[in-house]
């Protein structure tokens, strides 16, 4: 009997739910330190008060936390704080810079996608009933092993 022969002997049976899991899956942070990622995906959004951010998803593609996500997000223009905006454009040239666009900025955000690039990770402490997060401290030039900045000096 095969298993769609079974399927129609249980038919008129109820089907079992499974127990529905917690919509909020919590992951163990990884330590604070420096990751080689790619950007996986960047997107143009809108802050709950106004103004324009990018939400940027990294995927870590070397080490024990291969593959792991991590999320930014760069408020790019805040009418409300001129500091939050000089702050979140600077990221961004930063996230430029890394990727390679660090004399031309890129054509469209989808040209910054699959970049790779280094990250300095850092720990958000736990605030407002949310956990302890990872967040990026700060984007970096993506360096071969056994690369030197000297090294790519003579290229050109």
């Not at 930063?94 to 666009?101: E, H, R, S």
């Not at 958000?124 to 360096?143: F, L, M, T």
Request: hydrophobic share 35%; glycine share 8%.
């Amino acid at each position: 009997m095969g298993r769609f022969d079974n399927m129609k002997k249980d038919w008129d049976k109820p089907a079992s739910k499974p127990e529905k899991a917690s919509s909020r899956t919590e992951f163990e942070l990884m330590p604070e330190g420096i990751y080689t990622c790619d950007v996986f995906n960047i997107e143009e959004r809108q802050p709950r008060n106004g103004g324009e951010a990018f939400s940027v998803t990294l995927v870590v593609t070397m080490g024990e936390h291969c593959k792991r996500r991590v999320w930014d997000w760069i408020n790019f223009h805040l009418p409300h704080s001129s500091k939050a905006t000089e702050i979140g454009r600077e990221s961004f040239r930063d996230l430029c810079a890394a990727a390679g666009f660090a004399d031309v900025p890129p054509n469209e955000l989808s040209d910054l996608i699959g970049c790779e690039l280094q990250v300095r990770l850092g720990v958000r402490a736990a605030n407002g009933g949310y956990p302890a997060k990872n967040c990026v401290k700060a984007y970096i030039a993506h360096q071969p092993a056994g690369a030197t900045a000297d090294d790519t000096d003579d290229l050109f």
